[in-house]
């Protein structure tokens, strides 16, 4: 069981370009998270959703944004980069159960 | 703005020794957990307590959360060199949304 899968691993972007940032799970759970992490700051929650169909803006939505179409797929989307977006971004799903969240692997991002 | 807040930022100790973070929180939790992040990694879930309880173990994992002081602890016992990492607490609110403190990075020394 892959679990999360996130895609790239890595990038480095131009500034005023469009990305998109992938996220795919197999574990057919309704909650999907995106976080960024930025140096001494944690994870801060950019978007979420809560099941296929809906979104949520978290903490940090300005200059991003997220579609459902299915259960599986959670993909985030920069329409046009800016240096203040690199980061690393993590995907996450809720675990109902006592095992909390699960986290994909991260895409460092770079935009130049 | 931040939930959670890790106390101290980092620590160094020597293999064998107890380490101890505390987390500091400021709103209401369903639940708080504690991940770890090993450098270059993502976050992996050690430990989740609910707002009902007190206290927790896991392994050489033991979580203490006073929600009247709205604090918790994490005291890794006997760590390891493969115990170094960056630890955080999360919490857990009402609306299901978690929210990460700035960590606590942790160096085990051989």
Same mark, same amino acid.
Not at chain 1, 45 to 66: Q, W
Not at chain 2, 38 to 47: A, E, F, K, Y
């Given at each position: 069981?892959? #679990?999360?899968?996130?895609?790239?691993?890595?990038?480095?972007?131009?500034? #005023?370009?469009?990305?998109?940032?992938?996220?795919?799970? /197999?574990?057919?759970?309704?909650?999907?998270?995106?976080?960024?992490?930025?140096?001494?700051?944690?994870?801060?929650?950019?978007?979420?959703?809560? %099941?296929?169909? %809906?979104? #949520?803006?978290?903490?940090? &939505? /300005?200059?991003?944004?997220?579609?459902?179409?299915?259960?599986?797929?959670?993909?985030?989307?920069?329409?046009?980069?800016? &240096?203040?977006?690199?980061?690393?971004?993590?995907?996450?799903?809720?675990?109902?159960?006592? /095992?909390?969240?699960?986290? #994909?692997?991260?895409?460092?991002?770079?935009?130049? | 703005?931040?939930?959670?807040? *890790?106390?101290?930022?980092?620590?160094?100790?020597? *293999?064998?020794?107890?380490?101890?973070?505390?987390?500091?929180?400021?709103?209401?939790?369903?639940?708080?957990?504690?991940?770890?992040?090993?450098?270059?990694?993502?976050?992996?879930?050690?430990?989740?307590?609910?707002?009902?309880?007190? *206290?927790?173990?896991?392994?050489?994992?033991?979580?203490?959360?006073?929600?009247?002081?709205?604090?918790?602890?994490?005291?890794?016992?006997?760590?390891?060199?493969?115990?170094?990492?960056?630890?955080?607490?999360?919490? *857990?609110?009402?609306?299901?949304?978690?929210?990460?403190?700035?960590?606590?990075?942790?160096?085990?020394?051989?």
């Amino acid at each position: 069981i892959a #679990g999360i899968t996130q895609a790239p691993t890595s990038q480095i972007l131009a500034a #005023g370009r469009r990305m998109t940032l992938r996220c795919t799970q /197999d574990m057919r759970h309704n909650a999907m998270y995106w976080y960024r992490q930025d140096l001494g700051l944690g994870l801060r929650l950019i978007h979420y959703s809560n %099941t296929a169909g %809906t979104t #949520g803006k978290g903490e940090v &939505p /300005d200059g991003y944004s997220v579609s459902r179409a299915n259960t599986d797929d959670f993909p985030l989307t920069l329409a046009s980069a800016v &240096p203040s977006q690199t980061s690393v971004y993590f995907c996450a799903i809720q675990w109902a159960g006592p /095992d909390g969240y699960t986290f #994909g692997s991260g895409t460092r991002l770079t935009v130049v | 703005s931040q939930q959670g807040e *890790e106390d101290p930022q980092a620590l160094s100790i020597q *293999e064998g020794e107890n380490a101890t973070m505390n987390c500091s929180y400021k709103t209401s939790i369903n639940n708080l957990q504690w991940y770890r992040q090993n450098s270059g990694r993502g976050l992996v879930h050690l430990i989740l307590i609910r707002s009902n309880e007190r *206290e927790k173990h896991s392994g050489r994992l033991r979580v203490t959360l006073d929600t009247s002081k709205k604090s918790s602890s994490l005291l890794i016992t006997a760590s390891r060199a493969a115990d170094t990492a960056s630890y955080f607490c999360a919490t *857990e609110d009402a609306g299901n949304m978690l929210t990460f403190g700035g960590g606590t990075r942790l160096m085990v020394k051989p």
